[in-house]
């Protein structure tokens, strides 16, 4: 775990490393309820591998907003995920809570990278699947891993 400096009310996370791999992301240590007690907010910096996609999801009661660093990433959005926008370094995005979103990196040879912003501390909790044509089944995955854990469960 990243360590976490400060004391009387300012607290700093100095130069983070990739911690967690979610949905096709990576994320750097950021700031959440777990690591700087925060009760509000959680935000930390997301990588899109080139022409990477982060499932389609939805953020359960908490609004995100995101500031991209690199590169072009579309976001396919509401209902059946059939309307679009595209965003390039310097956008800032605000997602509405409930809003059915999937994330795509334009660029096949270029990584997006950005801020997020939460409005819940808990960073990894209250989002939840929503239908997407490029998920892998869960049959299909588990044929390209060749494995399972102990429990049966395929590996995050």
């Known amino acids: 775990m990243t360590d976490v400096e400060g004391h009387d009310g300012i607290l700093v996370i100095r130069g983070a490393g990739t911690t967690r791999t979610w949905n096709g992301i990576r ?6 309820g777990q690591n700087v007690g925060a009760r509000k907010l959680s935000m930390n910096v997301a990588t899109i591998p080139p022409g990477g996609v982060a499932y389609a ?32 370094a310097g956008d800032f ?52 891993l060749g494995r399972v854990d102990s429990n049966h469960q395929l590996p995050d």
């Open 57 to 88: 999801h939805i953020h359960v009661d908490f609004e995100v907003m995101l500031y991209i660093l690199e590169g072009r990433v579309r976001h396919e959005y509401g209902p059946d995920l059939k309307v679009s926008v595209e965003n390039e």
């Open 93 to 144: 995005i605000f997602i509405e809570p409930g809003v059915p979103h999937e994330v795509c990196n334009i660029s096949e040879t270029e990584p997006v990278v950005a801020v997020v912003a939460r409005s819940d501390a808990s960073e990894w909790e209250h989002i939840a699947e929503y239908p997407s044509r490029r998920r892998p089944s869960r049959q299909k995955k588990r044929a390209e």
């Open 27 to 32: 994320y750097k240590t950021g700031m959440s």
